[in-house]
Antibody, heavy 120, light 108 residues
Framework: QVQLVESGGGVVQPGRSLRLSCSAS????????VHWVRQTPGKGLEWVAG????????YYEDSVKGRFTISRDNSKNTLFLQMNTLSIEDTAVYHC?????????????WGQGTLVTVSS | SYELTQPPSVSVPPGQTVSITCSGD??????VSWYQHKPGQSPVLVIY???KRPSGIPERLSGSFSGNTATLTISVTQAIDEADYYC???????????FGTGTKVTVL
């Protein structure tokens, strides 16, 4: 069955960096776009970044542009999110999720998420 | 940036019907998905492309669209439907996914 498992979260000081990973299994990873979506109690769900099936196209939410970098390694069925210059507002549970088919078909599978806490 | 607006909360007695709206500028030019999100769980896709249900989603959940407003309707509401619901669309102009503000459904 389809599984997405995030890792790499933790507690980090403002201004520091963190790298999240998402290990995929149960489907042909290299055929699907994948995304990072974060969840905060006060702001609900917020899309963070996405990447096309082959990594040729990358998309970012405005507040993370220039700070976060999404990438993928199709040979290892793994999605990454490099997060630099973290701020308190980046504190959230980060989920990875896959396109059902393309960008108009929604996200059909989600991981359980990894918690990122930015605090001094 | 593009915005999708939902009512913060709705309440419904068991067995009744509840509708959640999602509005945005020129939303009719985009495809809308809906997600159900329960505390401690991952979001679940319940509607895509306005009115299509993924396999395993009960027919009690349905989607519709008119003008610039998408609507998720839950018929014969049950306690298990109590959750936060989010609409979502891809904005091709900004190349960004956008989630709605979210609606908390309470089954009284």
């Amino acid at each position: 069955q389809v599984q997405l498992v995030e890792s790499g979260g933790g507690v980090v000081q403002p201004g520091r960096s963190l790298r999240l990973s998402c290990s995929a299994s149960g489907f042909t990873f290299s055929s699907y776009g994948v995304h990072w979506v974060r969840q905060t109690p006060g702001k609900g769900l917020e899309w963070v970044a996405g990447i096309s099936y082959d990594g040729g196209e990358r998309y970012y939410e405005d507040s993370v542009k220039g700070r976060f970098t999404i990438s993928r390694d199709n040979s290892k069925n793994t999605l990454f999110l490099q997060m630099n210059t973290l701020s308190i507002e980046d504190t959230a549970v980060y989920h990875c999720a896959k396109d059902q088919v393309d960008l108009t078909w929604g996200l059909d599978y989600w991981g359980q998420g990894t918690l990122v806490t930015v605090s001094s | 940036s593009y915005e999708l607006t939902q009512p913060p909360s709705v309440s419904v007695p068991p067995g009744q019907t509840v509708s959640i709206t999602c509005s945005g500028d020129k939303l009719g030019e985009k495809y809308v998905s809906w997600y159900q999100h329960k505390p401690g769980q991952s979001p679940v896709l319940v509607i895509y492309q306005h009115n299509k249900r993924p396999s395993g989603i009960p027919e009690r959940l349905s989607g519709s669209f008119s003008g610039n407003t998408a609507t998720l309707t839950i018929s014969v509401t049950q306690a298990i439907d109590e959750a936060d619901y989010y609409c979502q669309a891809w904005d091709s102009r900004t190349a960004q996914y956008v989630f709605g503000t979210g609606t908390k459904v309470t089954v009284l």
